[in-house]
């Protein structure tokens, strides 16, 4: 298996060059912890370490060191097909260089190898209650994968804590292996009959998330595509990746590290900001019956902020611009949105809201990230969020389903490299006010 072999090579260099910046700077400062940081959900602590994401506050998100617009010009893609394929996207998580087409389809092979899904997970996802949220299916259809884990069957077999990299990735493999007709059933269990297409191995991993939603545009193969590579990672210190990570230094395997990591993305300060996003527009367009003027979505906005509530997509914790990842999306439907007017409508809001919040003064960054348009682009194309029972939630389906490919990469290698459990310090409030009584 050609990242097996990769990583053979890879990793004992990488523990050579950790193992000596312990030794030669194990006491080296990185910074300092406010109280304020403390009280603050530990923003902005440099506590965690990832090599395979990071974001830069003025070019978005970079992946093993590429900008969005990079990985869409250089990861490798099908002559017919206008975005990469994903299987060329974990290669690059995984390893750090960009593949070339052959390992980029070697990838795809293997996810085809290790596609099928064991009767016991539909059955499990069946027996949910019709009004459970699509994201309670998603952690429950990774749980139900757990009995086969290869990292905790070995581990009981006494496997050498060098070697524990090796059954993560078989797992990781495995699971994300699955996820496009996991995610699928999902939807169809939420809006259709529960049945869907067979996988077609004519096709790789994201069209064939696209064939088994049975959207009839060829497009939405490419959207898949480029939503599942946007959406892949975003350091280690956002809740899922964060609390998979958290889970996972427990030596627990991939699909209870995974689970939590996927609860986590279901709140809506994290993962549900896409379908809140695509609520407000909708509200905005409703209002007015049509795509209202500037000047109505001004006031529109303004509503919305003197009734205490936020814009939903507007705004970030690091990012100090547009998301580039926002920008993608919006590029690809400029191309293939002739007449939608819920896009045309995020448009114009992109156009009008930076300045009323520039104008409000209490949004350190004005501008959109990605949950501003990605679920206006998916109902375009009729993939419905919420059903007639009102469980909402497949768009942070979706979400879910490119996270995992970067948490389980960095799951991988947090193995590899023997990264320990994670134990922070708690302090009670008397110790801080004496800390902040003698610093005064």
């Not at 050498?160 to 169809?188: C, F, G, Q, R, V």
């Not at 409000?360 to 959109?368: D, I, L, M, S, Y």
């Not at 497949?394 to 970067?406: A, K, M, P």
Request: net charge negative; with cysteine.
């Amino acid at each position: 298996m050609i990242l097996k072999e990769k990583l053979s090579y890879l990793i004992p260099e990488w523990r050579e060059r950790v193992s000596l910046l312990l030794n030669d700077s194990r006491d080296c400062k990185v910074g300092e912890v406010t109280i304020g940081q403390v009280y603050g959900g530990m923003r902005g602590i440099k506590g965690l370490v990832s090599d395979i994401s990071s974001v830069d506050p003025n070019e978005g998100i970079r992946l093993r060191g590429f900008t969005i617009p990079e990985l869409l010009e250089l990861l490798p893609k099908d002559k017919s097909t206008e975005m990469p394929m994903v299987g060329g996207l974990y290669y690059l998580l995984l390893i750090g260089e960009i593949p070339s087409l052959d390992e980029a389809l070697e990838v795809e092979d293997e996810w085809k190898s290790r596609w099928d899904i064991p009767t016991h997970l539909s059955d499990v996802l069946q027996a949910m209650p019709e009004d459970a949220s699509p994201m309670t299916l998603f952690s429950q259809a990774i749980l139900s994968l757990q009995g086969e884990s290869v990292f905790t069957k070995k581990y009981r077999e006494g496997l050498h804590k060098s070697e524990y990299w090796e059954p993560m990735l078989e797992d990781s493999l495995n699971l994300t292996a699955k996820l496009p007709a996991i995610a699928a059933l999902i939807y169809s269990l939420k809006h259709r009959d529960g049945q869907t297409e067979q996988q077609d191995p004519n096709l790789d991993w994201s069209a064939n998330f696209a064939h088994m939603m049975q959207v009839a545009d060829n497009d939405y193969q490419d959207l898949s595509r480029l939503y599942f590579i946007i959406h892949s990672d975003h350091e280690s210190g956002n809740v899922s990746a964060h609390a998979t990570h958290l889970v996972g230094s427990t030596l627990a395997d991939i699909y209870f590290a995974a689970s939590a990591g996927m609860n986590g993305l279901s709140g809506p300060l994290h993962g549900r900001a896409n379908q809140e996003g695509l609520r407000w527009l909708l509200g905005v367009y409703n209002k007015y019956g049509r795509v209202p003027t500037e000047g109505e979505i001004t006031e529109y906005a303004w509503n919305t902020l003197n009734a205490g509530h936020v814009i939903p997509g507007y705004g970030h914790a690091v990012l100090r611009t547009t998301d580039p990842r926002f920008t993608a999306l919006l590029e690809f439907g400029q191309k293939h949105f002739l007449d939608d007017e819920i896009f045309d409508l995020a448009r114009l809001v992109y156009k009008v809201v930076p300045g009323v919040l520039r104008e409000q003064g209490k949004a350190k960054n004005p501008w959109p990230n990605v949950d501003a348009i990605s679920g206006t682009l998916q109902y375009h194309y009729g993939v419905d969020d919420c059903n007639e029972y009102g469980s909402c939630g497949f768009y942070t389906v979706l979400f879910g389903v490119s996270r995992i490919l970067g948490v389980s990469s960095n799951a991988v290698w947090a193995r590899a490299m023997g990264q320990p459990l994670e134990r922070p310090k708690s302090l009670t409030t008397t110790v801080l006010e004496e800390i902040a009584s003698q610093k005064g």
